[in-house]
């Protein structure tokens, strides 16, 4: 036996995956702030354990970890070599002819969610002409804990990397130049673990084991809501709707208190969420009758068309209907829409773009995300001489909730968001199989459909970041293979950790493998 060098080999091959992921963060400019919870896997790295792997892409990483105008003049020369060599022949989104001069929907909402890995202000500069070339004229604002909040009921509430009330006029300011409106998203019943996972806040919760749900009617909830719905508005001037959340309300009727309100009001649990959800959007409506309240709709589903009905709710709010499978029927059935139509005057509609096949997924699923889109636009086609369809909010979620892992990064779910853009205005003129054809022009790049072969060279915001995502599912598909990767029977016999902790291992045995473990580990750097 003879001993060989393994210096370069870490015991663990999966460092490679991780330090990459960092070094997609980095690249993007984004960053996660939330550091309130040991639970959240979305903490920063130490940035020492991936400065070797950065090395060759900056000499100066402090200066990249801010938002200087230094760090910005660096980060867009660093764009600009990234992008060298593409060519960009024209804009077909500008120049084209194939969109219907008449929409089925009046909005096109992109959701932006900032819960994790929130762009960095600068970011908006180059997606909001973009959004508006490809025919978006909306954007929804997740702002979860990027929104500063002040008060007494807010201390560590917003992350600390919040934008700050000049990053949010600025966004505002953006998106008035390129006509897109925007709609705050603020939770007002489930999904409030960015406040509930609070230590002070606990006793807030519907039950102590979720943090999701908040307690319609603990002492604080009304005031703490009326709180936060006045300082987003009062921050958006020109603010025409507001989306109030309460999707998913997993724990509802559960502690004492509302067990006994539920009783002295002989109310069943449906009724106690209608009542919550009338309660927050009277307000909105009240202090600031121009809003209107948008409210997702997944709580009405179970209930009858009485209790919708005599709740009154549609007189406060209007509804949208959420779903992100390829077919929506199954989930959302005549019935339910024949509930809707007789209740609510307008209805928006949202589908998913990325972020709802997986909370790890890196790469988008295409096909999965524009069939969701067909059957979405099948349902407006069937139901339009019966509701009013307002608009469609594209759901693209960056973290299933405050304590997962990140999904796709934004620009990893473009290509699928340009081309769910593209078929939702040509949907009438446009065989379904025909539209994976435009995304190349659409996108100025090279790509092929759908685009997992890696490699693809694009021009759109972000795009280094979706090349190299393309470029990672190869090597976790390698490392992972029984052939090629930690599985491989060489690799288990002679290339275990303890082979690599005391660098002792057989060459005979290596000498076809190592090389190609080395071409692996090196393969971004
Ligand atoms: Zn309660």
Same mark, same amino acid.
């Given at each position: 036996m003879k001993m060989i060098s393994l210096n370069k080999l870490s015991s663990k091959y999966i460092i490679a995956s991780v330090s990459l992921f960092g070094l997609m963060l980095f690249i993007y400019g984004m960053s996660d702030g939330n550091q309130h919870t040991k639970f959240n896997t979305a903490k920063s790295k130490p940035l020492k354990n991936l400065k070797p792997h950065l090395n060759s892409l900056s000499s100066d990483e402090n200066e990249y970890m801010t938002q200087s105008h230094a760090h910005l003049l660096k980060q867009r020369q660093k764009e600009q070599l990234l992008l060298a060599g593409i060519n960009i022949k024209k804009d077909p989104a500008s120049s084209h002819k194939w969109r219907d001069t008449e929409q089925a929907l009046e909005y096109r909402v992109v959701h932006l969610d900032l819960k994790g890995a929130p762009p960095r202000i600068s970011y908006f500069e180059d997606l909001f002409p973009f959004l508006k070339r490809h025919g978006a004229n909306g954007i929804l604002l997740e702002y979860e804990d990027m929104f500063p909040y002040t008060g007494p009921y807010f201390d560590s509430v917003p992350a600390y990397n919040a934008y700050s009330v000049s990053d949010i006029k600025k966004i505002l300011r953006l998106a008035e130049q390129n006509k897109i409106e925007v709609i705050p998203l603020i939770q007002t019943f489930g999904h409030l673990e960015f406040f509930l996972k609070l230590k002070q806040n606990i006793e807030m919760r519907e039950v102590f084991s979720n943090a999701g749900s908040l307690c319609p009617t603990h002492n604080n909830t009304v005031k703490v809501l009326h709180a936060m719905i006045d300082q987003v508005v009062r921050m958006h001037p020109k603010l025409k709707y507001l989306h109030i959340g309460s999707d998913e309300v997993y724990e509802l009727g559960r502690c004492a208190r509302c067990i006994e309100k539920m009783k002295v009001e002989n109310w069943n649990r449906g009724q106690l969420f209608l009542n919550h959800v009338k309660n927050v959007a009277r307000y909105v409506r009240t202090a600031y009758p121009h809003v209107m309240p948008l409210v997702w709709e997944d709580m009405?589903?179970?209930?009858?068309?009485? %209790? /919708? &009905?005599?709740? $009154? =709710?549609?007189?406060?709010?209007?509804?949208?209907?959420?779903?992100?499978?390829?077919?929506?029927?199954?989930?959302?059935?005549?019935?339910?829409?024949?509930?809707?139509?007789?209740?609510?005057?307008?209805?928006?509609?949202?589908?998913?773009?990325?972020?709802?096949?997986?909370?790890?997924?890196?790469?988008?699923?295409?096909?999965?995300?524009?069939?969701?889109?067909?059957?979405?636009?099948?349902?407006?086609?069937?139901?339009?001489?019966?509701?009013?369809?307002?608009?469609?909010?594209?759901?693209g979620w960056q973290r299933?909730?405050?304590?997962?892992?990140?999904? %796709? /990064? &934004?620009?990893? $779910? =473009?290509?699928?968001?340009?081309?769910n853009l593209f078929y939702i205005q040509n949907y009438k003129h446009t065989y379904p199989m025909d539209t994976p054809s435009k995304l190349s022009d659409l996108l100025q790049c090279d790509i092929t459909f759908p685009p997992h072969g890696g490699g693809a060279q694009c021009a759109f915001p972000g795009a280094r970041i979706f090349n190299i995502a393309q470029r990672l599912y190869l090597l976790r598909n390698e490392l992972e293979s029984p052939q090629t990767g930690i599985n491989n029977p060489v690799a288990r016999g002679w290339l275990s950790d303890q082979n690599i902790k005391w660098n002792f291992s057989n060459p005979h045995q290596n000498m076809a493998y190592v090389p190609r473990f080395y071409f692996m580990y090196g393969y971004f750097l």
């Open positions: 009405f589903r179970s209930l009858s068309f009485s %209790e /919708l &009905f005599d709740s $009154g =709710i549609s007189q406060w709010v209007e509804p949208v209907v959420w779903n992100y499978h390829p077919n929506i029927l199954m989930h959302i059935n005549s019935d339910v829409w024949s509930m809707y139509a007789h209740s609510f005057k307008n209805i928006w509609i949202a589908s998913a773009f990325k972020g709802a096949t997986g909370p790890d997924q890196l790469l988008t699923n295409f096909t999965y995300h524009l069939e969701n889109h067909m059957s979405w636009m099948a349902i407006v086609e069937q139901f339009k001489h019966q509701v009013n369809f307002r608009g469609i909010m594209m759901t299933y909730d405050h304590f997962s892992v990140l999904c %796709e /990064l &934004f620009p990893v $779910g =473009i290509p699928s968001l340009i081309l």
